[in-house]
């Protein structure tokens, strides 16, 4: 199985198009590495076609920035490598790029009742054609083989509900429905191939508890929430009020951070995904970078590849 990271960065990017912090002005300098949204890409081996877990606002660009999810030389003049799009949530940043995938091109996309039912109740989903792009209810703790319009990918996933939150754009302004109000709101996906190796792919995750560490267990790779370093970081950097917690993301940092909760997680490596613009480990020089890589953690990057 081989994973490739689409986009490492969390909602809006690095540098986000507005952002004036100085880890975005050293991104435009050229001192720090860009990111696009979050997203990864998934495949069997050779002929078994792409899966795409989130489909971000950049996917368009993300495409043109790997070969290996564009158009082989030799191919009809309409088509694609990607047979599939699963969805974690109905975050903008993880459905937009949808839109940009409507070119009446077949693919079948897999999410939750709660999310396929959101991408129905807006009409501008429309242009994503039902008559050509299948759209498959997936039930939480069932594995399902990932298929697409020319048949199975060789891929199996499983969604499993983590702790999380309603959508920004859903949101109703009461704690009681917008926090953890529906388990298909915010999932994680188990994503394995034939030979049984397995990934865990959670771009999202508000809290880690003891049913999650059993889920992970024995799992090759870890893609974990590493939106924020530090909980307040939004507010202390000047640059918003909410704190992570509050986004329905868990900190890396501090006594009940990511790092001290997953610190004794069986699995063999562990990735940190969806990077806020705010966060001080996308500066490799900086002491929290140093402190992730001391753990054993790896900070994701646009085009890393990871072969299991």
């Known amino acids: 199985m081989r994973l490739k990271i689409l986009g490492s960065a969390a909602g809006g990017g690095f540098p986000q198009w507005n ?27 050779a002929d078994a076609g792409w899966v795409l877990f989130n489909a971000s606002p950049d996917v368009r660009q993300q495409i043109n920035e790997t070969v ?19 969805l974690t949530n109905a975050d903008v940043d993880h ?17 939750t009742a709660r999310v396929l039912a959101v991408l129905a109740a807006n009409p501008i989903f429309r242009v994503l054609d039902e008559a050509v ?14 298929e697409g319009p020319q048949g199975p990918t060789g891929l199996t996933a499983e969604l499993f509900a983590v ?36 990934a865990f792919y959670v771009p999202g995750c508000a809290r880690v508890d003891a049913d999650f ?16 370093f530090a909980d307040d970081e939004m507010a202390a950097a000047g640059v918003g009020t909410k704190t992570g917690r509050r986004m329905g993301h868990l900190p890396i940092g501090g006594e009940d951070g990511s790092l001290r909760a997953l610190e004794r997680a069986e699995v063999a490596r562990r990735v940190f995904v969806h990077i806020n613009n705010t ?17 054993g953690w790896v900070v994701a990057f646009d085009g890393m590849e990871i072969t299991l």
């Open 279 to 295: 966060n001080p480990i996308l500066d490799e020089a900086s002491p929290e970078r140093r402190t992730v890589e001391r753990a």
């Open 19 to 45: 952002c004036n912090y100085r880890l975005s002005r050293a991104a435009r300098a050229g001192e720090l590495r860009p990111r696009l949204q979050s997203s990864l890409a998934a495949t069997s081996g």
């Open 163 to 198: 702790p999380g939150k309603v959508a920004l754009f859903l949101e109703t302004g009461r704690a009681e429905t917008d926090f953890e109000a529906d388990p298909e709101d915010t999932v994680g996906a188990r994503i394995s191939d034939a030979q049984g190796r397995s």
């Open 133 to 146: 792009v299948r759209r498959l209810s997936v039930e939480l703790g069932q594995p399902f083989a990932i």
């Open 213 to 228: 560490l059993r889920r992970i267990a024995g799992g090759d790779l870890l893609l974990f929430d590493g939106t924020v």
């Open 95 to 111: 459905l937009a790029g949808l839109l940009s995938l409507r070119e009446r091109q077949p693919f079948h996309l897999y999410a």
């Open 68 to 86: 290996e999810l564009q158009p082989a030389p030799d191919a009809p003049l309409r088509s694609t490598p990607i047979r599939a799009v699963v």
